[in-house]
């Protein structure tokens, strides 16, 4: 009897152990320290859920979540946290970003949480620094740069927003997200890749699920957002690979695209990029050329319809350039388009308010002090522009929808100084002209040629993206007919 007791006790002590070792490491994980200094507050969460759940907890507004908002009364604009199993810090506080972009290469460098690799690619252009990330990024100002957008762009998207408010006039309604989106990348898609419209709206299909898996639980299994997200990614990359192998095949035809750039550079044999590089680039690119804008331009629409004082000052200044014209039949110019003063302003509102991007991601390099707290090296940073747009104490009214915020000279200055929507630093987003040049085009073409009347939702969520959970349904209707 006392022998057959042995093994059960044992497990017994066995289970014990690791009951011990498990509820150790609980203990270490939702406590870290750090070797010198001390960690910003916070709280971490158990392992791998941490916060991941309040943080993807949507709010019903485009006010900052509440799990930004209790974070700071109770923590600070500094603060620790855990998200995807990550260690993170979170920055509310504009000085402290600012510092951050200051110190990219130094203290810093870029980096995103496995799931927006996993979408992305680990060989995007993210994952580069140095004289290798210079290079890149020269590389894509060949079409996004100021050059190609004054001499090039600028034109051919002038006639495409045109083109797509004269289609959307023939329609009961359209859906704004979706129609602008598909506007966006119907350019977009001819100008890197060569597709039509018929292509690009098929592939862009693909690109739907990829912000939702950018604020998801990396749970990869049928049913799943993160899984959806995935499969679209894989069909990008085929489609992709594909047309890629077809062009190195003919290396000598042309087709008037940025991927004759990419093949003529594969083929010179300088061994900057790689063909899986290559693919995951023009991904990346496709997505992100018309995946904020369209956001920001639905929100857009909804505040223009609350906001008609802010729709007759735009009226008025781009009925003045229409008048200023040689030719009634002409196409906007560099220099009408650097006169939009009202235009500019009301186009820092929309990206203020909007706060598209759910964060900026930066990796520390070694151990950071800021506000007196250490954040270690290997930890992430997450910058946070929508909470500083939205911060009452730097942004007067936060909420409201005011370009006349923009105009007074000795306030500017300031707001700018808190302004970072295309990030900061070296980093700074190079499509960044590419998207105010989208939307003072749509602008100057809706206000001076179209009405327009809501027809159903509007309802806007914050996730970490702006959502329209039941669309947002508008009628587009020529200003000659009556509403």
């Not at 007067?396 to 302004?419: G, H, V």
């Amino acid at each position: 009897m006392e022998y057959s007791q042995v093994p059960y006790a044992s497990l017994f002590g066995l289970a014990a152990v690791v009951a011990g070792w498990m509820v150790h490491c609980v203990y270490k994980w939702m406590n870290p320290t750090c070797n010198k200094g001390r960690l910003p507050p916070g709280s971490m969460g158990f392992p791998l859920v941490g916060k991941t759940f309040q943080f993807f907890k949507p709010s019903p507004s485009l006010d900052v979540p509440a799990f930004y908002k209790q974070r700071l009364k109770r923590y600070g604009p500094v603060f620790k946290t855990s998200l995807v199993g990550q260690p993170v810090v979170v920055s509310m506080d504009a000085e402290v970003n600012r510092f951050i972009f200051q110190q990219e290469g130094k203290l810093f460098r870029s980096w995103y949480p496995d799931t927006t690799n996993n979408i992305f690619g680990k060989d995007s252009i993210a994952s580069y620094d140095g004289s290798i990330h210079k290079y890149i990024r020269s590389f894509a100002s060949r079409l996004f740069g100021l050059e190609s957008l004054r001499d090039v762009l600028l034109a051919e998207m002038d006639r495409n927003v045109a083109q797509s408010l004269a289609a959307w006039a023939t329609e009961p309604q359209i859906e704004v997200k979706n129609a602008v989106a598909n506007m966006i990348f119907d350019l977009t898609a001819k100008k890197l890749i060569g597709f039509g419209p018929e292509k690009s709206r098929k592939l862009r299909k693909n690109f739907d699920a990829f912000f939702q898996g950018l604020v998801s639980f990396p749970l990869y299994f049928p049913g799943t957002t993160f899984y959806g997200c995935i499969q679209g990614r894989k069909n990008v990359q085929k489609v992709l690979k594909d047309l890629l192998k077809e062009r190195l095949s003919t290396p000598e035809k042309r087709h008037g695209d940025f991927l004759d750039e990419v093949v003529d550079e594969l083929k010179s044999g300088s061994g900057m990029i790689s063909e899986k590089f290559a693919v995951d680039f023009v991904a990346a690119l496709l997505f992100a050329s018309f995946a904020t804008v369209s956001s920001s331009l639905s929100v857009a629409m909804k505040f223009l319809s609350d906001y008609p004082n802010v729709v007759e000052s735009l009226k008025e200044e781009h009925e003045s350039i229409l008048k200023n014209r040689d030719g009634a039949s002409s196409r906007i110019t560099w220099e009408e388009y650097k006169s939009m003063t009202f235009t500019a302003q009301v186009t820092n509102e929309i990206a203020r308010v909007s706060n598209v991007a759910p964060g900026i991601f930066r990796k520390t390099l070694t151990d950071v002090q800021v506000k007196g707290y250490t954040i270690p090296a290997g930890w992430l940073v997450m910058i946070s522009p929508m909470a500083v747009h939205l911060n009452p104490e730097l942004f007067e009214d936060p909420l409201t929808f005011n370009p006349w915020r923009w105009q007074d000279e000795s306030k500017r200055s300031a707001l700018l100084k808190n302004f970072m929507p295309f990030g900061g630093g070296i980093r700074l987003c190079v499509g960044a002209e590419f998207s105010r040049i989208q939307i003072a085009l749509f602008l100057h073409n809706l206000v001076t040629n179209y009405r327009w009347k809501e027809v159903k939702g509007g309802d806007v969520q914050r996730i970490s993206e702006i959502v329209f959970p039941e669309g947002y349904h508008i009628q587009i209707i020529p200003r000659a007919q009556a509403i």
